[in-house]
């Protein structure tokens, strides 16, 4: 079993900068990604980002692209995700998630959930 605590959630404002992260216990089993999804008010949950563990290639939603930085400390077990230029649109619940390293939607563990609220 694994367990992910997310941190770093805030209310800023347009333009502003947030760095969210998640510290994994337990070990999930070989050749896995950690990730990033996003649930607006009223709307589906959505990917964001994730990078695989073992190799650290990274992967965007088009909405973010350029302006998100998705990290990882495999020392510490934890993901870190740079939001950059925030904008009133990236208002959600940001969920830390470990997913299979192939995919962008099949999950194996979710986080709790943290409130990022960006004002214009």
């Known amino acids: 079993q694994v367990q992910l605590v997310e941190s770093g959630g805030g209310l800023v404002q347009a333009g502003d900068s947030l760095r969210l992260s998640c510290a994994a216990s337990?070990?999930?089993?070989?050749?896995?990604?950690m990730g990033w999804f996003r649930q607006a008010p009223g709307k589906e949950r959505e990917f964001v980002s994730r990078i695989n563990w073992s190799t650290g290639t990274t992967y965007y939603a088009a909405s973010v692209k350029g302006r998100f930085t998705i990290s990882r400390d495999n020392a510490k077990n934890t993901v870190y995700l740079q939001m950059n230029n925030l904008k009133p649109e990236d208002t959600a619940v940001y969920y830390c998630?470990?997913?299979?390293?192939?995919?962008?939607?099949?999950?194996?563990?979710w986080g709790q959930g943290t409130q990022v609220t960006v004002s214009s």
């Open positions: 998630a470990v997913l299979r390293w192939y995919s962008d939607s099949i999950v194996d563990y």
């Open positions: 337990g070990r999930p089993s070989s050749n896995y990604a």
